[in-house]
C-alpha cells in the first residue's frame, strides 16, 4: 500500500501507470482536492463516473450496494474525509460481489446478502468476492481512515450499531479482504486547509491507535515490529501536539503511520482486542460525536485504566510509546500516568475538550451504563480476546470520565465542541419513528 506526499496533479499520471481508464470517483464535496483531481484525470484521459455522497450521508450496507450495483468501472477513486475514505473501501470490496450477482443467477436487490457480507452476520464470510476493485484514496483531511484497512458502516436497523470491517478473515466479523488502499495520494498543501482543531482531533485518533496497538500486540511474535514501526507515527503525534499551529505535515504523517498500525494490529492473528476502537465505535454509534473526538475523551481514561494493570505486558508496551515521547518514568505506572496527563493537556490546549456535552437533563452515570452495555454485546467488542478490565464496572467509568456531568469547569465552556449536545440519538429515532414526542431524557 504505497503513499505518496506529492501534488494531487498526479492522481491521472498514477491511473495511466497502473492501467485504469475507468474510474469510479466517489466524493461528498466540491473541495478543491476534489478539482485537482478531475483536472489531472482529465488530462490523462481516464474516463470517470461520479457519485456525489450528501453532506450528511451515513456508510450503511445499502448504500455501498446501491452504488456497487451500478459502476461499470476499473477502479474506485475516494476523495473526501474519513466517512467518504469508508465508503469507498466499502465499495471497492463489494463491488465484484454485486456485480457477478447482478449478471449470475442471484435476482436484483442484494442489498440483504451485502449487509451479510460486510457486517459478519452468518454465511457472510462465505461470500468472498475473490478479489477487491483498485482503490485510490485521497484525503482532504489528516485522518487515519486514509491508510488502515477498517471501514465504519451504520445498520439501519439499529442506529446504536457501528460495525467495523476488519482486515482478518475469512470469519466472523472479517472480510477475508484487505481493504486498504492500492495507492495513496496526500497532498499536505491540501490538507493543511483543516483546522488546528481538526488536526488534534485527528492525531488523538492515531494516539488512541498506537496505544491499542500495542496493548494487542504484547506478547505476540510481532510485538518488536509493531512498536518499531509505530515509533515514527508517535513522534509526528509528539511533534504535532507540541506546535499545533505549524502540525499541517506531522499530522498528515502521523495519521497515515497510525492506519497501518490499525490494519497491522487487526492482522494479528494472537493479539487482543483494539479496546479504544471497541469503545469509540459503541459510542459513535450511540451519540451524535465524531470518530476522532470520541477517541479524544477515551483515550485519557483507557491510559488510566492501562496503569492500573501492574505487571502485564500491554503496560510495558504502552509505557515504551509514553518513554519515546515524555523520556524515562519511574514505572510503567508512571509512564502511562504522564501519558495520559500530557495528552490530555496538549488536546485541551488544542480546543477538544475533555468530555462530551450530555443533552439537558441527560443522567451522565445512566448514560455511560448504557454505553457500557452496548459495548459489551456489540460485534466489535467479540472480534478478539478482550483484555482482564473489560468488564461493566471499569467500562462505566471510563464512559462516565468521558461525559460532561455540567458540573465542569468554566474553561471547558470555551472548548466545548459548537455542535449541539450529542444526546441518546437512537431513543430518539425511536420515538420519532413511532410518532412519540421526543423529550429530553
Not at 519515546?324 to 475538550?353: E, N, Q, R, Y
Request: hydrophobic share 45%; charged share 15%; aromatic share 4%.
Amino acid at each position: 500500500m504505497p503513499w505518496s506526499l506529492t501534488s494531487l496533479q498526479r492522481a491521472g499520471a498514477v491511473c495511466v501507470r497502473h492501467g485504469w481508464r475507468r474510474c469510479l470517483l466517489l466524493y461528498s464535496d466540491r473541495s478543491p482536492a476534489l478539482e485537482l483531481v478531475q483536472r489531472s484525470l482529465q488530462d490523462a484521459g481516464v474516463s470517470t463516473e461520479s457519485h456525489l455522497a450528501s453532506p450528511s450521508f451515513a456508510a450503511t450496507p445499502e448504500l455501498v450496494d446501491a452504488v456497487a450495483a451500478g459502476a461499470e468501472a476499473e477502479l474506485v477513486l475516494g476523495v473526501g474525509n474519513g466517512a467518504l475514505l469508508d465508503l469507498a473501501k466499502a465499495v471497492a470490496a463489494m463491488t465484484p460481489l454485486v456485480k457477478e450477482s447482478r449478471h449470475g443467477s442471484t435476482a436484483p436487490g442484494f442489498s440483504a446478502l451485502t449487509a451479510r457480507f460486510l457486517l459478519g452476520e452468518e454465511g457472510g464470510h462465505s461470500l468472498l468476492p475473490g478479489a477487491s476493485l483498485p482503490l485510490l484514496l485521497v484525503p482532504s483531511h489528516a485522518t487515519v481512515a486514509t491508510s488502515s484497512g477498517r471501514c465504519l458502516l451504520r445498520r439501519n436497523d439499529a442506529v446504536a450499531s457501528l460495525v467495523p470491517m476488519a482486515v482478518a478473515g475469512p470469519g466472523p466479523f472479517g472480510v477475508g479482504v484487505g481493504l486498504q488502499a492500492t495507492e495513496i495520494l496526500a497532498d499536505v498543501s491540501v490538507t493543511s486547509q483543516q483546522s488546528v482543531r481538526g488536526r488534534a482531533a485527528a492525531v488523538a485518533h492515531a494516539m488512541s491507535v498506537f496505544v491499542d496497538a500495542a496493548a494487542a500486540a504484547a506478547g505476540t511474535i510481532k510485538q518488536k515490529q509493531l512498536m518499531d514501526d509505530m515509533m515514527v507515527g508517535v513522534g509526528s503525534s509528539f511533534s504535532a501536539l507540541r506546535h499545533p499551529d505549524a502540525s499541517a505535515y506531522d499530522a498528515l504523517d502521523a495519521t497515515l503511520a497510525a492506519g497501518v498500525c490499525a490494519s497491522d494490529a487487526d492482522a494479528n492473528a494472537r493479539g487482543e482486542l483494539c479496546a479504544i476502537h471497541a469503545l469509540a465505535a459503541t459510542m459513535v454509534g450511540c451519540r451524535d460525536v465524531s470518530f476522532p473526538m470520541a477517541c479524544r475523551v477515551l483515550l485519557p481514561p483507557v491510559l488510566r485504566v492501562w496503569a492500573e494493570e501492574e505487571d502485564s505486558e500491554a503496560q510495558k508496551c504502552i509505557a515504551g510509546l509514553s518513554e519515546a515521547m515524555l523520556g524515562p518514568a519511574k514505572s510503567p505506572h508512571h509512564a502511562l500516568l504522564a501519558l495520559a496527563d500530557w495528552l490530555d493537556g496538549a488536546l485541551s490546549a488544542a480546543s477538544l475538550p475533555s468530555q462530551l456535552p450530555l443533552a439537558p437533563l441527560e443522567c451522565p452515570d445512566s448514560a455511560a451504563a448504557l454505553l457500557a452495555l452496548e459495548t459489551l454485546t456489540s460485534p466489535v467488542a467479540q472480534q478478539r480476546p478482550q483484555p482482564g478490565w473489560f468488564e461493566p464496572k471499569c467500562l462505566r467509568t471510563i464512559f462516565r470520565s468521558s461525559l460532561d456531568d455540567g458540573r465542569g469547569k468554566k474553561s471547558d465552556a470555551v472548548h466545548a465542541d459548537p455542535r449541539p449536545p450529542c444526546g441518546n440519538i437512537r431513543k430518539e429515532l425511536a420515538q420519532q419513528k413511532s410518532g412519540t414526542p421526543v423529550t429530553p431524557s
